[in-house]
C-alpha cells in the first residue's frame, strides 16, 4: 500500500501515452487531497454528495456508509465543457469491509456528463442525469451498459484503480476503462468507440450504487415532465458499499470554477430589529477536529476587519448565532465570517463568507417585501427568480414556509434515527441556502417553518404534543401533535428561526418544543410574525361524526358551516392572541404601519368539482386552457386552511384589524388577493397568499356561482363569496393555473411565482403585485397575473366601507400622531392607527358611544369622550386638538 501513489502514477502516464492522451490544461487539473486522521459526514467544499447522510470522510477516503441506488459524490470546482477535447479521470477504490456477505447487484466508478435540465452546476449536482461507467459488483467494467463478455474481475475487491479516458473519434467519442491491482497488474479493460459528444460535456461524480444498471441510451435523453429528474431506483437497500480515494480529472475538456465550493460556512440570513441584529450561520456537519465556533467581524472604516462576536456550533442544527444590541442602523455595514477547518495536510485553513447588513431605509419612501411559498426543487435552484428579485431589489425577504419539502433532492425521506433524519433535514435544507444565498445574504429574512419543513404532509401542532405512537401517515398526524421527535423539531426551528427577533414569550410548548412568535420593526414597518400550525387543534379528535382524514371530512351529510364550528377548536390559541392584542396597540419606534406574516391565510380559498371528498384529486385536474373554466367547482372545507375553526380564525381577524394590518402568507399554491369578513363582508384586512415558487398541489378558486358585488368586467370568481366553512370572504385576484405551452409544464403551468408587496410611507397606500415565474419585471409589469396590481389604502384593512362617522380630528402642534377609537360601552380598542399628517377622519362599522384618544402612547395623550358616529360625512364636527 505505501507504494500505491507513485505506482498509480507511473500506470497513470503509462495509461495517457498509451491511448494518446495528454493534458493541454495543465491548470484545469483536479487532485483531490482530504485531511487524514478525521472522521466527519461532511467530505469538503469541492463535493456535494447524494445524499448526504450516506457518505462520510474517513481518514483521508471518501466513503459510502450506506447502500442504495445511485449514491453519488459529485465534483462541484470542475466540469467538462462542450468543446472538444481530451479527458482522463482515474480513481484507487474498495469494497468496505462491514461484513464478508457476498455483494448484491450494484456497481462502484464514475459518471461522465452529469447535466441537470436547468444549466447551472447546482442543478446537475443534484439532478443531473450522466453516462455510468465503472465495475459492477460481480466484476465487469463497463461503459453505459453491461457487456459479459468482458473479463471479469475476482473478488475481494481490496483496492483497485480504475482508470478512464475519452477521445474525439470523428464525431463521437472513443472511450476506454481499465482495472489495475494495487501492485499495477491490469485486471481487465474495456472500450467503446460509439459514446455521443452529448455525453462528454457536464460534470464528474463517483458513485456508490445498488440495483441493476439500465443501458443508457445512445443520446442524452430529454429531462421533461415525463422523467424528472431522470433517477430511478434510489431507494436504500443492499450491500454495496465503498471507498474512494486519490480521485483524479484531467484533460483538455476540464474546465476549473474554484468559486463554486461550497462550504463550510455556507449561507447567513439576519433580521433588524429596535437596534438588534440577529443573525443565523449555517455550517455543514463538522468532525470533532474542525473548528467548533464561527466569529463575526465587521469592517472598519480604516478598512480593517473587527471581531465582535464568536459563536459556538450547535451539534445538531450546525447552526451558530449572533444577536448583537445597539447596532448602528444608519449605514450599511459589511460583515464577514470566520471559520477554521482541518483541511489537506492535517492543517486548520481559514474559511470567509461575506454579506453587508444594510442599513434600516428609514429615509426611503416605499419599503418592498419579496414575498415566497412552496420551495419545491423542481426548478431548482431557481435563477430566473433570483434574478427577478435581484431586479426588484427589495428591503425584506419572507419566505413563509415549506422551505423544503420531503422528496428535496431525491432520495425520498429519512424519518429515523434522529443523526440520520436531521441530516436528511439539512440536505434539503442547504438547497434553499445554496439558492438565494446571494440575495439572503445582504438583507433582512424572515423564515418561518411550515408543515413540510417538520417532515409532515399536514401539521395539527395541537400545542406541540407528540403524536400518538404506532400511528404513522395520516393516522398520526390527523390525531394532532408533531410525529417527529421534539429535539428534531426544535433543529428544524433552529436553523429557520433563531436569527428572527427575541420571541414575545418564550415559554416551550409541549415536549419542550421551542416557539418563535415575535415581531419585527424595521424601517417603521411592525411585522407580526405568528405561528399558524403549532397552536391549531386537530379537527379529527374534535369532529368525529365527519370521519376526518388529511383534514377533510369523509361524511358526506357532514355540514361544515353549520357543525364544524365546535367549542374548544383553537386556531392562534390565546398566547398568540394576547401577542396580537398587545402588538395592535403598539405604535412606538416610529411605527406607522402594521403587517402580519404567517403560513397561510385566515379562509379556504379553494374549488374542486362537486363530487370530489378530498383534495387528492389535485394533482390530477387537468390544467385548464385560457378561456376554459369548469362547469361544477364548488368551494371546499379543507380544515388544512385556516378557514377552520371558523371563532378563531375570526378572533384572528379582529385582533389584525385593529391595527389596519395587511395579512400575508402562503402555503395554500395559489396566488390570491382577498378582504376578510367577519359580520360582513369587507369589515376585515386584506390578505395576500403568494404564490408557489414550484408547485406539485395546483389549488384553483373556480366557483360555479359568480361572486357578488363584482366590479364591471371582472372575472367570474371574483366578488363576494362565502368560503366551505361559511367565512365572508371578498376576492379580488386569483392566480388559478393555466396552461401556458412552456417547459417544463410541471413549472410553469401550476400559476408559479412570487409577490411583491409595496409600502408607500407618504401615502399610507399599499400595492401588491403577483409576478409569474416566467415573467421579466425590468421590461414591463404584463408579467403579473391577471387582476394584479392591487392598489388599497391602509385604513381599507377595516374601516375603508363602513358607513358610519365620527368627528374629523385635526391636530395641533403635533405630526403624524396616533389616534385610538374605543368603544365607550365595552371599554374596547376598535382600532388604532398613526396617522398620516394631522387630520383624520374616524369611521366605525356600528352604532354606539365612542371616545378618541389623540397623541403618542406612552406619552401625553388627549381624550375626547361621549361621540356618537352620524351617517353622513357632511354632517360630521370638526375637533381640534392642540397642546401637545
Not at 20 to 40: T, V
Not at 361 to 374: H, L, M, N, Q, S
Request: aromatic share 10%.
Amino acid at each position: 500500500m505505501k507504494n500505491l501513489p507513485n505506482c498509480c502514477l507511473i500506470l497513470s502516464t503509462i495509461f495517457m501515452i498509451f491511448t494518446g492522451c495528454r493534458s493541454k490544461s495543465i491548470n484545469n487539473r483536479y487532485q483531490s487531497a482530504l485531511p487524514r486522521n478525521i472522521q466527519r459526514t461532511w467530505i469538503g467544499p469541492e463535493f456535494w454528495t447524494n445524499p448526504l447522510q450516506d457518505w462520510q470522510l474517513n481518514n483521508g477516503r471518501i466513503e459510502c456508509i450506506t447502500s442504495g441506488g445511485d449514491r453519488s459524490v459529485f465534483l462541484l470546482t470542475h466540469e467538462l465543457s462542450s468543446e472538444p477535447g481530451t479527458l482522463e479521470m482515474s480513481v484507487t477504490l474498495g469494497r468496505l469491509k462491514t461484513n464478508q456477505e457476498e455483494l448484491l447487484a450494484g456497481w462502484v466508478g464514475f459518471k461522465i456528463g452529469v447535466r441537470g435540465q436547468f444549466d447551472d452546476y447546482r442543478d446537475d449536482a443534484v439532478r443531473g442525469v450522466g453516462l455510468p461507467l465503472g465495475m459492477t459488483t460481480d466484476g465487469l467494467l463497463f461503459i453505459g451498459r453491461v457487456d459479459s463478455s468482458v473479463k471479469r474481475i475476482e473478488p475481494p475487491y481490496d483496492t483497485i484503480r480504475l482508470m478512464m479516458s475519452a477521445i474525439p473519434s470523428g464525431d463521437k467519442y472513443r472511450v476506454k476503462l481499465s482495472a489495475y491491482s494495487k501492485d499495477g497488474r491490469i485486471l481487465s479493460q474495456i472500450g467503446r468507440s460509439d459514446i455521443n459528444s452529448d455525453w462528454l460535456s457536464g460534470g464528474v461524480s463517483l458513485v456508490c450504487s445498488h440495483g441493476k444498471i439500465q443501458p443508457t441510451p445512445e443520446t442524452r435523453p430529454v429531462i421533461d415532465d415525463g422523467n424528472w429528474g431522470f433517477r430511478r431506483g434510489t431507494t436504500r437497500g443492499g450491500n454495496v458499499r465503498f471507498w474512494f480515494t486519490d480521485w483524479k480529472v484531467s484533460g483538455t475538456k476540464v474546465r476549473a470554477y474554484p468559486d463554486r465550493a461550497f462550504g463550510p460556512i455556507l449561507f447567513a440570513q439576519y433580521t433588524l430589529s429596535k437596534g438588534v441584529m440577529k443573525m443565523t450561520v449555517q455550517m455543514v456537519p463538522i468532525g470533532s477536529k474542525d473548528g467548533n465556533s464561527v466569529r463575526l467581524q465587521i469592517k472598519k472604516t480604516s478598512g480593517g476587519w473587527k471581531t465582535i462576536a464568536e459563536s459556538p456550533i450547535d451539534s445538531m442544527s450546525r447552526t451558530a448565532s449572533f444577536r448583537i444590541e445597539d447596532w448602528e442602523t444608519d449605514h450599511n455595514i459589511p460583515y464577514r465570517l470566520i471559520y477554521y477547518l482541518y483541511s489537506a495536510g492535517d492543517r486548520m485553513k481559514l474559511y470567509t463568507f461575506k454579506g453587508i447588513i444594510r442599513k434600516e431605509p428609514w429615509d426611503k419612501e416605499e419599503i418592498v417585501v419579496a414575498a415566497f411559498t412552496g420551495n419545491n426543487d423542481l426548478g431548482f435552484p431557481n435563477n430566473d427568480i433570483v434574478r427577478q428579485i435581484k431586479y426588484h431589489n427589495p428591503d425584506i425577504l419572507f419566505f413563509s414556509g415549506d422551505q423544503i419539502y420531503e422528496g428535496v433532492g431525491g432520495f425520498g425521506v429519512q424519518r429515523k434515527p434522529v443523526d440520520k433524519a436531521t441530516l436528511d433535514y439539512l440536505r434539503k435544507w442547504y438547497l434553499y441556502g445554496w439558492a438565494y444565498c446571494d440575495l439572503i445574504k445582504d438583507r433582512p429574512t424572515i423564515t418561518i417553518p411550515d408543515d413540510h419543513d417538520v417532515f409532515h404532509g399536514n401539521l395539527w401542532g395541537a400545542g406541540g404534543k407528540p403524536t400518538p405512537p404506532g400511528l404513522s401517515g395520516y393516522k398520526a398526524q390527523d390525531c394532532g401533535g408533531y410525529r417527529m421527535p421534539p429535539e428534531w423539531v426544535n433543529m428544524v426551528q433552529r436553523t429557520q428561526t433563531s436569527h428572527l427577533p427575541d420571541p414575545y414569550d418564550p415559554t416551550p410548548v409541549e415536549q419542550g418544543i421551542g416557539v418563535y412568535y415575535c415581531e419585527m420593526n424595521y424601517a417603521g414597518i411592525s411585522f407580526a410574525i405568528l405561528e399558524d400550525r403549532k397552536f391549531k387543534s386537530a379537527p379529527k379528535i374534535l369532529l368525529p361524526q365527519a370521519k376526518i382524514r388529511n383534514g377533510w371530512a369523509q361524511n358526506r351529510s357532514f355540514n361544515a358551516k353549520k357543525e364544524a364550528d365546535v367549542k374548544g377548536a383553537v386556531l392562534l390559541g390565546e398566547r398568540q392572541l394576547e401577542f396580537l392584542r398587545h402588538w395592535a396597540v403598539d405604535w412606538s419606534n416610529k411605527t406607522w404601519m402594521k403587517v402580519a406574516l404567517s403560513q397561510t391565510i385566515f379562509s379556504n380559498v379553494a374549488t374542486l368539482p362537486e363530487e370530489a371528498k378530498s383534495g387528492d384529486i389535485i394533482p390530477r385536474l387537468r390544467i385548464l386552457k385560457e378561456g376554459e373554466y369548469p362547469p361544477d367547482d364548488v368551494p371546499v372545507s379543507d380544515m388544512d386552511s385556516n378557514g377552520w375553526p371558523q371563532s378563531g380564525r375570526n378572533r384572528a381577524i379582529k385582533e389584525l384589524r385593529r391595527c389596519f394590518a395587511l395579512h400575508i402568507a402562503g402555503d395554500q399554491h395559489l396566488g390570491s388577493t382577498i378582504q376578510y369578513g367577519i359580520r360582513q363582508w369587507h369589515d376585515g384586512s386584506f390578505a395576500f397568499c403568494v404564490p408557489a415558487i414550484s408547485n406539485v398541489w395546483p389549488r384553483r378558486w373556480c366557483p360555479k356561482s359568480p361572486g357578488r358585488n363584482r366590479a364591471p368586467g371582472s372575472p367570474h370568481y371574483t366578488g363576494d363569496f362565502e368560503d366551505g366553512f361559511g367565512n365572508k370572504i371578498s376576492v379580488y385576484a386569483v392566480s388559478n393555473p393555466v396552461f401556458t405551452g412552456l417547459k417544463p409544464s410541471r413549472l410553469y403551468d401550476r400559476a408559479t411565482g412570487y409577490g411583491i408587496i409595496r409600502f408607500n410611507r407618504k401615502t399610507r397606500k399599499i400595492t401588491i403585485e403577483c409576478w409569474r415565474r416566467q415573467a421579466d419585471p425590468s421590461r414591463s409589469d404584463s408579467g403579473q397575473y391577471p387582476g394584479w396590481p392591487i392598489t388599497i389604502k391602509q385604513i381599507d384593512n377595516y374601516i375603508g366601507s363602513a358607513k358610519l362617522f365620527l368627528p374629523l380630528i385635526e391636530v395641533k402642534n403635533m405630526t403624524d400622531p396616533v389616534i385610538q377609537v374605543i368603544d365607550e360601552s365595552s371599554g374596547e380598542i376598535v382600532y388604532s392607527i398613526r396617522i398620516n399628517g394631522t387630520r383624520f377622519q374616524p369611521k366605525v362599522f356600528e352604532k354606539g358611544s365612542y371616545k378618541i384618544r389623540v397623541g403618542e402612547p406612552g406619552k401625553t395623550m388627549k381624550q375626547i369622550s361621549k361621540l356618537i358616529p352620524v351617517t353622513s360625512r357632511e354632517a360630521v364636527r370638526r375637533i381640534v386638538v392642540d397642546d401637545f
